[in-house]
């Protein structure tokens, strides 16, 4: 059997068992809540393992390990150790928290959390604007997997990327989070598997130093904790600060903070978190290929491709099938969780705005969910198109990144104040949010300094910005009671 065909029944097997998933999610879902976040009966690490599968993505498997390639120890570090710990620590932070005043306020998705925390409309309607950014990484996900699976299925990446898509987009309208929750957690184990092999492949010669003999010859700079000479790795502000940073934030997408809600109640939390914490380590150790990678295919691949010519160069035609399974599943699982995302958005967010303005049926939420989904799954097909043929600061991930970064730029100030603090007031949210919008947008647009074509770094101006305009409207408003309390004492 050919590579071709035995790649093309591989992936037929796993269309037809996702499918399966997917209806039987569909037999289960009954109303917008229900698609939204499921029937809260599912085990708390069977959620942490989906949890993980959107964590991850592709982008750990194929475009990050690209951009180590390229950069180094310094990526590997930024990625995998700051990154990381931020993530970690975002979880443990706001898990439970977002469940505990999810709950009360019986929100559903993130525009409906802050909008509800927050009672604005202003905030809700902002909110899943911006959320409207996740279609970047849905891209991202996409032309990876088209670069990947094409060269494998002897099909064209374009024709790849509509097909996927359309796939993603049906399995999501059909099942719901119901389905989600069961196709996540079954590709978090396939990728798992995945996960140790690619690690495996390259580790003798991480343990007898020859690959870091082959990194030193290329070019000495590749073994810094900085590299100077990269595009997003040059000091330590880039490499710790934002990552840390960027990582703990990330934690604040609608498909991320939102899987808590699927729990039953809180004392499934810490069961879902060491789930996810354990199988989230594994996944970033995947990092290391691309510094297996750099000894035996040439420095000047693109940051997309580099994964993929290894993989085809490194492992037998039969492995490369298995592996392109593995991929498979990190992309669907996360864009899956994306989509499932955007479609509860429109039932839930916009669909209120749309029957104030035409007097349509309430009933009609979750059609209107899922026509919102269809339109999203045709913007993502137009925007992979334009990337395959021209990738954004040479790689998907950089336009992936300006997207969703801007999302939890804007996120992050409303959602760790509604959950920590119960006496900021709601105009001094709506300031601070615009604060890190307009930061984000500002220092992108106008290039501020020499680190403004990084998006972790606009992240982090927006948030720091955020946080500082948070507090002088806090301090302003303290500061007026208390001359209003004293002037009639004074009087």
Not at 202 to 213: C, F, N, R, T, Y
Not at 239 to 251: E, K, S
Not at 307 to 316: C, E, G, H, L, V
Request: with cysteine; net charge positive.
């Amino acid at each position: 059997m050919s590579p071709s065909v035995l790649a093309w029944a591989v992936v037929l097997i796993y269309v037809a068992l996702i499918g399966g998933l997917a209806i039987r999610g569909a037999l289960r879902t009954t109303d917008t809540d229900s698609y939204a976040v499921g029937n809260r009966d599912l085990p708390a690490a069977l959620v942490g393992l989906a949890l993980t599968a959107q964590l991850t993505s592709v982008a750990t498997f194929v475009i990050n390990p690209g951009l180590v390639f390229h950069s180094g120890i310094s990526a590997l570090v930024g990625y995998g150790l700051a990154a990381g710990l931020g993530i970690v620590l975002g979880l443990i932070v706001f898990s439970a928290r977002f469940r505990s005043v999810g709950s009360r306020v019986a929100a559903l998705t993130l525009p409906q959390w802050i909008g509800a925390r927050w009672d604005s409309s202003l905030l809700r309607g902002t909110f899943a604007t911006l959320s409207l950014g996740l279609v970047a990484y849905a891209v991202l996900i996409v032309v990876a997997l088209s670069l990947v699976l094409g060269n494998l299925l002897s099909v064209p990446p374009a024709a790849v990327a509509t097909a996927l898509t359309v796939f993603a987009v049906a399995t999501v309208a059909l099942g719901g989070a119901n389905g989600h929750a069961w196709t996540g957690a079954a590709q978090a184990v396939v990728m798992l598997g995945v996960a140790v092999l690619l690690i495996g492949k390259g580790l003798p010669s991480l343990l007898d130093g020859s690959a870091v003999a082959g990194l030193r010859a290329a070019d000495p700079a590749l073994l810094g904790l900085t590299n100077p000479g990269s595009h997003y790795f040059r000091n330590l502000f880039e490499v710790l600060a934002c990552n840390f940073v960027v990582g703990g934030a990330l934690v604040c997408q609608p498909h991320i903070v939102s899987k808590v809600l699927f729990l039953r109640d809180d004392s499934q939390v810490r069961s879902y978190l060491l789930t996810a914490v354990l199988a989230g380590t594994v996944f970033l150790g995947v990092l290391v290929t691309g510094l297996y990678a750099r000894s035996i295919i040439p420095a000047d691949t693109r940051i997309d491709l580099v994964i993929p010519t290894w993989i085809a160069m490194a492992f037998s035609p039969g492995m490369q099938v298995v592996i392109a399974v593995g991929l498979l599943c990190a992309g669907l699982s996360t864009l899956e969780g994306i989509l499932l995302a955007l479609g509860s958005m429109f039932s839930i967010d916009v669909h209120p705005a749309w029957r104030k303005l035409t007097g349509a049926s309430e009933q009609g939420a979750l059609r209107f969910g899922r026509i919102g989904l269809a339109l999203v799954g045709l913007a993502t097909i137009a925007l992979a198109q334009r990337q395959l043929a021209n990738p954004a600061g040479g790689s998907v991930a950089i336009f992936a990144q300006y997207g969703v970064y801007l999302l939890f730029t804007g996120a992050f100030v409303p959602l760790a104040a509604g959950m920590f603090s119960k006496h900021v007031s709601r105009g001094s949210v709506t300031v601070a949010t615009l604060a890190s919008i307009g930061t984000y947008l500002a220092a992108a647009t106008w290039h501020w300094t020499a680190l403004s074509n990084n998006p972790a770094v606009l992240a982090t101006f927006g948030m720091g910005a955020g946080w500082t305009a948070l507090a002088a409207c806090e301090g302003l408003r303290r500061l007026s009671n208390k001359t209003a309390a004293a002037e009639p004492a004074a009087g």
